[in-house]
């Protein structure tokens, strides 16, 4: 069946219609004709794989990693034309669910399109003796692509992958079933995760790994081990986190700890919420979801106080380091859920709150609670612009969207960060 794609669509299907029906298939660009095989065929629509380019866009270009549909299924358009793709995504979302036009937004590029992840995961798989790197295929979870190099992360990642794949295979060490490595952008240092099987013995591979330290500047190694029900870390060698700095701050990142993986947009990130907080600059800060507390450490320096709420036990201990770090003394650490802690909260009469949750979004009780005693200024950091536009349109009972902005902090990848400005009705000028 040959069909011409009309647009991408949020998270990445390229869609296209064939006789009025909806097609959606997983490569091809806008106004391509490709050609596809129909897998599933639904009343409404249909799913299928494309088998060949037909007429390619002149916006096509030759994706670098060999197995770039697995992680990074953008790489086979221009730089230019995935910007747009995103933005309009988001804009149809936000008019659909907000039944208001979003023409206008503004997408903020990454700093770096290549070599700007500080974090890589990848699985181990053997066959015939011999181990390599994968990634599931997409929509796969018994198939599997190898990964050589990918151009997401530094060079000297990819090194220091192709050095620890050498020991992996040169050593007594099957039990290892996945490796993660975090690199630091400022320090260059970089941290090794390994996920072992149960029962596996760790001190030999920590050994292996103490020895290229210096060779790619380590800062050490954990191993991950599964006893059946979860997985339980044991320092190898050296340290169990880095450290990373964005705008003259210091954040202690471990092994298991979220951190924003492209400092280089984070710091523009900093720089529009530092312009859009301005007015309640020196107002109470709730930081919701805060995590190491990226963004609450970052206001504190003008707040009269911050309220951090954090419910993982790893985040909160790195979360006081960082206070310590940076030596912050207005910072409160909540610990437990965001939705347990906000009526205290709220009773502090915050100027600012920050939401920056996972990818489900907030909690529908912080909704109700933020728009029965509205904030003068609500911060909303996205993932996931879906569950952005969920939970805006309930949020839109009490505030008014001041700015909407879209952030690449993943180049190649159909992922996308927005930032939601909203400001407490009757507030805005």
């Given at each position: 069946?040959?069909?011409?794609?009309?647009?991408?669509?949020?998270?990445?299907?390229?869609?296209?219609?064939?006789?009025?029906?909806?097609?959606?298939t997983d490569r091809g660009l806008p106004g391509e004709a490709v050609e596809v095989e129909v897998f599933k065929d639904r009343r409404s629509y249909a799913e299928a794989r494309t088998v060949r380019i037909v007429e390619p866009s002149p916006s096509r270009v030759e994706p670098r990693c060999a197995h770039y549909l697995a992680c990074s299924p953008y790489q086979d358009m221009d730089y230019a034309l995935e910007l747009e793709v995103k933005r309009a995504q988001v804009a149809e979302i936000m008019s659909?669910?907000?039944?208001?036009?979003?023409?206008?937004?503004?997408?903020?590029?990454?700093?770096?399109?290549?070599?700007?992840?500080?974090?890589?995961?990848?699985?181990?798989?053997?066959?015939?003796?011999?181990?390599?790197?994968?990634?599931?295929?997409p929509g796969e979870r018994a198939s599997f692509v190898a990964v050589d190099r990918c151009h997401l992360v530094p060079d000297r990642v990819n090194d220091l992958l192709a050095r620890i794949l050498e020991i992996i295979e040169g050593g007594p060490f099957a039990s290892v079933e996945g490796v993660e490595v975090r690199t630091s952008r400022s320090s260059g240092e970089s941290l090794i995760v390994c996920d072992l099987a149960a029962g596996a013995e760790a001190a030999g591979l920590g050994e292996a790994l103490a020895g290229i330290k210096k060779e790619f500047?380590?800062?050490?190694?954990?191993?991950?081990?599964?006893?059946?029900?979860?997985?339980?870390?044991?320092?190898?060698f050296g340290r169990d986190f880095i450290e990373e700095?964005?705008?003259?701050?210091?954040?202690?990142?471990?092994?298991?700890?979220?951190?924003?993986?492209?400092?280089?947009?984070?710091e523009r990130v900093f720089d529009d919420i530092a312009a859009a907080v301005a007015p309640q600059a020196e107002a109470v800060v709730a930081d919701l979801y805060c995590g190491l507390g990226?963004?609450?450490?970052?206001?504190?320096?003008?707040?009269?106080?911050?309220?951090?709420?954090?419910s993982e036990a790893g985040?909160?201990?790195?979360?006081?380091?960082?206070?310590?770090?940076?030596?912050?003394?207005?910072?409160?650490?909540?610990?437990?859920?965001?939705?347990?802690?906000?009526?205290?909260?709220?009773?502090?009469?915050?100027?600012?709150?920050?939401?920056?949750?996972p990818r489900k979004g907030v909690d529908p009780g912080i909704v109700r609670g933020l728009v029965e005693d509205p904030v003068?200024?609500?911060?909303?950091?996205?993932?996931?612009?879906?569950?952005?536009?969920?939970?805006?349109?309930?949020?839109?009972?009490?505030?008014?969207?001041?700015?909407?902005?879209?952030?690449?902090?993943?180049?190649?990848?159909?992922?996308?960060?927005?930032?939601?400005?909203?400001e407490r009705r009757g507030s805005l000028s």
């Open positions: 069946m040959r069909i011409e794609i009309q647009k991408i669509v949020y998270p990445g299907r390229r869609l296209g219609l064939a006789e009025g029906k909806v097609v959606f659909r669910e907000l039944k208001r036009p979003f023409e206008n937004l503004s997408v903020t590029p990454s700093p770096e399109i290549w070599g700007y992840r500080n974090r890589i995961r990848l699985r181990v798989l053997r066959e015939g003796g011999a181990a390599r790197f994968v990634y599931n295929e500047v380590l800062a050490g190694a954990v191993a991950s081990i599964y006893d059946g029900k979860k997985f339980r870390d044991e320092r190898l700095s964005v705008r003259g701050l210091t954040f202690r990142i471990g092994a298991r700890s979220f951190f924003q993986a492209n400092i280089g947009i984070l990226t963004f609450g450490i970052f206001l504190a320096k003008k707040a009269r106080e911050v309220f951090g709420v954090e985040n909160i201990a790195f979360l006081k380091k960082n206070l310590a770090l940076n030596r912050v003394g207005n910072f409160a650490v909540c610990e437990g859920t965001s939705e347990d802690w906000l009526p205290e909260i709220l009773e502090r009469t915050p100027g600012v709150v920050i939401l920056d949750p003068p200024l609500l911060l909303y950091l996205s993932c996931n612009p879906t569950t952005l536009a969920r939970d805006l349109k309930g949020l839109l009972e009490a505030y008014a969207v001041a700015d909407l902005r879209v952030y690449d902090f993943f180049p190649h990848t159909p992922h996308i960060e927005t930032l939601a400005i909203l």
